[in-house]
């Protein structure tokens, strides 16, 4: 009874903040389909803005009635199993992709980054391939400065296309911006588009090595089961994936959340896993790493939502 007291209010408030929104709103919606882990409790409402202005409308409503937000692609995420409270957004509707003069191409952050390398191949344009494989969205791929060691978002991104959380949709030149390692020093807000620079190249030439790289990633990681991607970032001057499997860790399991016996930086679901069995997995790792090693492995996801 209490319980139910309390939620009410929060709901009215939400139901206030989100009352310009045109686009999709979805109470109390289950997050595991979202993600590529399959794993993660509900947000208290999940809405799909028709446009940027709608984007623009829900960071407003959220401003004003002090309501937490975030945008999720769902590819490099672990949402608790008690889900997250407030707005989550997903900008599957910002899906335009144009190309603009000198081999500029804009791309709206909902798009995902196959379907981005599909269009720059279409238009024999060079500067994508390092990405193949990597499922994110544009303002996912922004967001976390996505890369391989091929390449990464900060080697094409020319501008990007931002909405502050004060609602202002403005450009921010890639020049004044810093890039770390899966990290991309942004103010807080919303990335809605990107400007990246490519060039032009045969298109036998991108394919071939669009090819390899895939093939190469259908052999060392585990991409037929559910799985966000790598679990640790690599510390310097050696990889994640070699510690963990030095230190014997491949196939060890919680529950049904499992250290990857093909590749020991991934862990997969196995049917039923839960997140707190996933991250009392990411924990043993850790700490054997740390054990055998001396190094402390920091996590590549962003874990989010309520214990
Ligand atoms: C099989 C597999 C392989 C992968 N391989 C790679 C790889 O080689 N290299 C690599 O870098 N990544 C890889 N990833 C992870 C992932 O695809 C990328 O990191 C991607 O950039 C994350 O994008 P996303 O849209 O899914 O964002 P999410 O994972 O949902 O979000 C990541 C963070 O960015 C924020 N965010 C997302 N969108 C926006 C936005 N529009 N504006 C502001 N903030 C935003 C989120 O709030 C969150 O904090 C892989 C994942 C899988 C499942």
């Not at 590529?36 to 028709?50: K, R």
């Not at 335009?96 to 191949?121: C, D, H, K, T, W």
């Not at 959380?165 to 911006?177: F, M, N």
């Given at each position: 009874?209490?319980?139910?007291?309390?939620?009410?209010?929060?709901?009215?408030?939400?139901?206030?903040?989100?009352?310009?929104?045109?686009?999709?709103?979805?109470?109390?919606?289950?997050?595991?389909?979202?993600?590529?882990?399959?794993?993660?409790?509900?947000?208290?409402?999940?809405?799909?803005?028709?446009?940027?202005e709608?984007?623009?409308?829900?960071?407003?409503?959220?401003?004003?009635?002090?309501?937490?937000?975030?945008?999720?692609g769902?590819?490099?995420?672990?949402?608790?199993?008690?889900?997250?409270?407030?707005?989550?957004?997903?900008?599957?509707?910002?899906?335009?992709?144009?190309?603009?003069?000198?081999?500029?191409?804009?791309?709206?952050?909902?798009?995902?980054?196959?379907?981005?390398?599909?269009f720059?191949?279409?238009?024999?344009?060079?500067?994508?391939?390092?990405?193949?494989?990597?499922?994110?969205?544009?303002?996912?791929?922004?967001?976390?400065?996505?890369?391989?060691?091929?390449?990464?978002?900060?080697?094409?991104?020319?501008?990007?296309?931002?909405?502050?959380?004060?609602?202002?949709?403005?450009?921010?030149?890639?020049?004044?911006?810093?890039?770390l390692?899966?990290?991309?020093?942004?103010?807080?807000?919303?990335?809605?588009?990107?400007?990246?620079?490519?060039?032009?190249?045969?298109?036998?030439?991108?394919?071939?090595?669009?090819?390899?790289?895939?093939?190469?990633?259908k052999?060392?990681?585990?991409?037929t089961?559910?799985?966000?991607?790598?679990?640790?970032?690599?510390?310097?001057?050696?990889?994640?994936?070699?510690?963990?499997?030095?230190?014997?860790?491949?196939?060890?399991?919680?529950?049904?959340?499992?250290?990857?016996?093909?590749?020991?930086?991934?862990?997969?679901?196995?049917?039923?896993?839960?997140?707190?069995?996933?991250?009392?997995?990411?924990?043993?790792?850790?700490?054997?790493?740390?054990?055998?090693?001396?190094?402390?492995l920091?996590?590549?996801?962003?874990?989010?939502?309520?214990?």
């Amino acid at each position: 009874m209490v319980a139910s007291q309390r939620r009410v209010p929060f709901l009215s408030v939400l139901r206030r903040a989100l009352l310009q929104v045109e686009g999709e709103i979805r109470w109390h919606e289950p997050l595991a389909p979202h993600t590529s882990l399959q794993i993660g409790g509900p947000a208290d409402v999940f809405v799909i803005p028709s446009d940027v202005e709608d984007v623009i409308r829900v960071v407003q409503g959220a401003r004003m009635s002090r309501i937490p937000l975030m945008v999720l692609g769902g590819t490099n995420v672990v949402i608790r199993d008690k889900g997250i409270r407030g707005i989550v957004m997903q900008l599957k509707q910002l899906t335009e992709i144009r190309e603009e003069p000198n081999q500029l191409v804009y791309s709206q952050a909902g798009v995902r980054l196959p379907r981005l390398m599909q269009f720059a191949l279409g238009r024999k344009l060079s500067g994508m391939e390092w990405a193949a494989g990597v499922p994110g969205t544009v303002g996912g791929g922004v967001a976390m400065n996505a890369g391989t060691r091929l390449g990464e978002m900060q080697d094409i991104l020319q501008a990007i296309d931002f909405v502050t959380l004060h609602g202002i949709r403005k450009r921010i030149e890639a020049s004044t911006v810093s890039f770390l390692y899966r990290k991309t020093m942004l103010p807080k807000g919303i990335v809605v588009g990107a400007w990246m620079q490519l060039t032009s190249a045969a298109k036998d030439t991108i394919q071939s090595a669009t090819k390899q790289y895939l093939q190469y990633r259908k052999s060392t990681q585990p991409l037929t089961l559910p799985n966000a991607g790598s679990v640790f970032k690599n510390p310097s001057g050696d990889s994640a994936g070699r510690l963990i499997e030095v230190t014997g860790l491949k196939g060890l399991r919680v529950g049904d959340a499992e250290v990857s016996t093909k590749h020991a930086n991934f862990i997969v679901n196995r049917g039923a896993a839960t997140a707190d069995q996933v991250l009392r997995l990411v924990r043993k790792v850790q700490d054997s790493v740390a054990i055998k090693f001396g190094v402390a492995l920091q996590l590549e996801w962003k874990v989010v939502g309520e214990r």
